[in-house]
């Protein structure tokens, strides 16, 4: 994953050091794989919860949003009710899983929109302005971070996930 | 089956859809994208913003209409990127001795999560002054619902279920083991005696047994606590491991 965010980081300076069609394909090429750098992370973040679950490029969004979390609301509902944690502990674990899940999903959608331009329509090339690069408006810099904020909501919420015995 | 770009727009114009700044047809992935911006994305549905319920539904209306995947890509504003440059720029200028990891994720236009890693050379009082800065900043920026949170690089202690699921997989097993085993796995406990009151804690509440030999092991209600599951990270895996691994039995 970090081997993949290394990769568009080089692209994205090979972009910025050529001109026209390479300089594209250089700044393309880039997008791809901050995508993929913050795609592995969620697949990987997803698949600690279930190995089963088919984590297609389309669909992790939603099953992060929305399976992951009410996974981890149904566990900690099922130990509030053992009387293991408090009530107030499952509000404040399950209310932090959801914001970060939620904020991992919305990176990844515009993560792969942006992979899809860059991968499908050519016709839409990519800018160069001011010593950097955009495609569909979402720059180099916007687009280098994915994977950073996708790492650090995976943090919270292994770490929320501890609290309740899910992970380890 | 590839799908029209018209037919879309046209199910939009339909439902009187004013939101959606540019729509994309993916037939390669059979996927719809739809591009809106955040700032028209409210807590509630109003006359100039809409709701994330209201996106939610009307995605499921393209899906369900045109069999499509519906990817929904909320586009940061220009304003709301400046204000998060604008945090950037002023944690630096006002902490610039501490490596700090800044992840600001905007779920509406007015609600706004902050998230701060910090290094271990930032103390109780620099975090306050971080989090007060930041949230002078936010309310400046006219946020009114944000949460700030700082993560330090300090070892948290277990909680309760950390404690149950380590005696789980090391069971029947002596305080200090246990100790060694929730180290490895990122807690730090101050001592024994803290160790020893969280066990005692639990043997009252008839999760954990203690036998004369002074090893700790799970109740019945305790072992039904511990979450199991069929992911590779299962308690039950990791205990038939640990078993594995015993030399002395």
Not at chain 2, 5 to 33: C, M, P, Q, W
Not at chain 2, 167 to 186: C, F, N, Q, S, T
């Given at each position: ?16 050091t ?151 | ?55 939610a ?6 899906a ?12 940061t ?10 945090l950037r ?52 920026a ?56 969280r ?51």
């Amino acid at each position: 994953m970090t081997k993949l965010h290394f990769v568009g980081t080089t692209l994205a300076s090979q972009a910025k050091t050529t001109v026209g069609d390479v300089a594209d394909a250089f700044g393309r090429s880039a997008f791809n794989r901050y995508y993929y750098a913050a795609y592995l992370q969620t697949r990987d973040l997803l698949l600690q919860f279930n190995p089963e679950w088919d984590v297609s490029h389309a669909d992790a969004p939603t099953l992060i949003e929305t399976t992951l979390v009410a996974l981890v609301r149904k566990e900690a509902k099922r130990l509030e009710k053992k009387g293991t944690i408090s009530h107030a502990d499952s509000q404040r674990i399950t209310s932090g899983v959801a914001s970060a899940c939620m904020a991992i999903a919305e990176v990844l959608r515009v993560a792969y929109k942006v992979r899809v331009i860059s991968d499908y329509r050519p016709q839409e090339s990519v800018l160069f302005e001011n010593e950097t690069f955009n495609l569909d408006s979402h720059t180099e810099g916007e687009a280098r971070a994915w994977a950073t904020a996708v790492e650090a909501h995976k943090g919270r919420i292994l770490k929320a996930c501890k609290e309740l015995g899910f992970v380890y | 089956m590839s799908i029209s770009l018209e037919s879309i727009k046209a199910f939009l114009h339909s439902r009187g859809v004013d939101y959606v700044d540019a729509v994309r047809v993916v037939n390669e992935t059979n996927t719809v994208i739809l591009d809106i911006p955040r700032s028209k994305i409210g807590a509630t549905l109003t006359e100039n913003e809409t709701s994330k319920n209201q996106v939610a539904r009307l995605s499921k209306g393209i899906a369900d209409q045109f069999a499509v995947k519906v990817v929904v890509a909320y586009r940061t504003s220009g304003l709301l990127a400046d204000v998060e440059s604008g945090l950037r720029a002023r944690l630096q200028i006002r902490f610039p001795d501490f490596s700090l990891v800044l992840v600001v994720s905007f779920q509406t236009s007015d609600r706004v999560d902050v998230w701060i890693s910090v290094n271990d050379q930032v103390t109780i009082e620099t975090a306050e002054s971080i989090r007060n800065c930041v949230e002078d900043y936010l309310r400046d920026a006219n946020f009114s619902n944000f949460e700030v949170e700082i993560v330090g690089p300090d070892r948290p202690k277990p909680p309760l279920m950390a404690i149950l699921r380590a005696l789980k997989v090391r069971a029947p097993v002596e305080i200090d083991a246990l100790m060694e085993e929730l180290h490895i796995h990122g807690f730090d406990c101050p001592d024994r005696r803290w160790l020893s009151a969280r066990l005692d804690g639990a043997r009252k509440r008839e999760l954990v047994v203690r036998t004369p030999s002074g090893k700790y092991m799970l109740s019945t209600e305790g072992l039904s606590s511990v979450p199991v599951s069929r992911r590779r990270s299962s308690s039950d895996i990791e205990r038939i491991l640990a078993l594995g691994k015993r030399k002395k039995w």
